[in-house]
């Protein structure tokens, strides 16, 4: 996909709302991310980076769509800008750098499996890389953890050049470190296209 196609996305992804609320996903990753929950029959969403709550909301309803009536969401934030309560989500203060701290062994064993991880915080080299290194830990076999914007190196904007290409960066670290246990799911990546998503080689299944 051109550059500038990405570009013209982001100005619309930006003004997108769910139920009267921000919800900052492209059309191409809401169309994914529906793929996926197709498939996976999730058991729990674990967002990091909740912003207004408008994915939350959205992984919420369409865990409803799909069925799965005990299906939770999990959303971490080191600010609290939501306004709304939901009895499907649980909304946390964290910060992605020591998820241990929120995201307890206790917690996690009252998620219902298969997880997927959605870590949508900061863009920066730090953050990617510690929720990554933070999950490897819990992930099981079919749970999936998706690293969000790495379109950003593909952002013309000057704003975009301060992530310093920090989600790809960061997964193709992880990767090199531990790819064995890794599979970059290609029939979601390049779906409509060679990584026609703003999560380039960011949708990753444990093996
Ligand atoms: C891109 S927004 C999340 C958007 C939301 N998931 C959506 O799709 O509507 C990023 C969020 O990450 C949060 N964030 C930034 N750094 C963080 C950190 N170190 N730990 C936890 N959250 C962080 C910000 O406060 C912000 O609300």
Redesign the pocket.
Known sequence: MPDAVFDRMQQGTMRTVYRGV????SPFDIALYLQLLSRQRTGTVI??????G??ALWFADMLTAHGNRDGRVVS????H?VDFDDARIDFLH????SLDKVLTKDLLARCPRPFLV?E???HQYR?TTAVLNYFHDHLRTGDYIVVE?GVVSRLSGEQYRRYDHGPNRGVADFLDRHGVDYEIDTDLCDRYGHNATYNPNGWLRRR
């Open positions: 921000p919800f900052f996903k967002e990091i980076g909740t912003k207004f408008g994915s971490v934030d080191i600010e800008l964290g910060d992605a750098n959605v949508d915080s900061s953050e914007d």
